[in-house]
T-cell receptor, first 113, second 113 residues
Framework: DVKVTQSSRYLVKRTGEKVFLECVQD?????MFWYRQDPGLGLRLIYF???????EKGDIPEGYSVSREKKERFSLILESASTNQTSMYLC????????????FGPGTRLLVL | DQQVKQNSPSLSVQEGRISILNCDYT??????FLWYKKYPAEGPTFLIS?????DKNEDGRFTVFLNKSAKHLSLHIVPSQPGDSAVYFC????????????FGAGTRLTVKP
């Protein structure tokens, strides 16, 4: 079974703080993704990575950055957290090559005060 | 620009009856479609998929139907069980570009005993 883990289930941060969300997958997947889920909007792609040290912007990259130093780990960074970044953050991975199912972690619910 | 739309935010059915969840898409380049199921405080889990070369795919109680001309797909659950109560997300991608998977806003299904 594919396992995608996220470092925190719940986080509370203050406006202006730098926030790190970590994601690890154990299936040697090429692709990793960060989404945020908001009511009525579904899942929106923030960033994805198709290889170590490679990254591509998704639909809503503003205010975020990512890091992929190792194949199994993909980090999402909120450089200066704002209240509009309060959301559920979901990490996913897929094997790569197209037409592949994405496997999701349990999510991190972030509250920015 | 929501390329994948789930117009019903919620659906309630009686246990044992059929649940039909609908999804429409606008991008004719999409050729791979998935349904994910999400319980509260968990990440989405893959349920069933269909590629555009088929119009039906069945897995136990779950069947997905694809109508390419109408750019419409649906998920049928027969018979519905209380444990099926969850949020269901429709997703679509182009096989050549799996990194660009688009999700609908989700439909919350409640199956009443």
């Amino acid at each position: 079974d594919v396992k995608v883990t996220q470092s925190s289930r719940y986080l509370v941060k203050r406006t202006g703080e730098k926030v790190f969300l970590e994601c690890v997958q154990d299936m040697d997947h090429e692709n990793m993704f960060w989404y945020r889920q908001d009511p009525g909007l579904g899942l929106r792609l923030i960033y994805f990575s198709y290889d170590v040290k490679m990254k591509e912007k998704g639909d809503i990259p503003e205010g975020y950055s990512v890091s992929r130093e190792k194949k199994e780990r993909f980090s999402l960074i909120l450089e200066s957290a704002s209240t509009n970044q309060t959301s559920m953050y979901l990490c996913a991975s897929s094997l790569g090559g197209g037409g592949e199912t994405q496997y999701f972690g349990p999510g991190t619910r972030l509250l920015v005060l | 620009d929501q390329q994948v739309k789930q117009n019903s935010p919620s659906l309630s059915v009686q246990e044992g009856r059929i649940s039909i969840l609908n999804c429409d898409y606008t991008n004719s380049m999409f050729d791979y479609f998935l349904w994910y199921k999400k319980y509260p405080a968990e990440g989405p889990t893959f349920l069933i998929s269909i590629s555009s070369i088929k119009d039906k795919n069945e897995d136990g109680r779950f069947t997905v139907f694809l109508n390419k001309s109408a750019k419409h797909l649906s998920l049928h659950i027969v018979p519905s069980q209380p444990g099926d109560s969850a949020v269901y997300f429709c997703a679509a991608s182009a096989i050549y570009n799996n990194n660009d998977m688009r999700f609908g806003a989700g439909t919350r299904l409640t199956v009443k005993p």
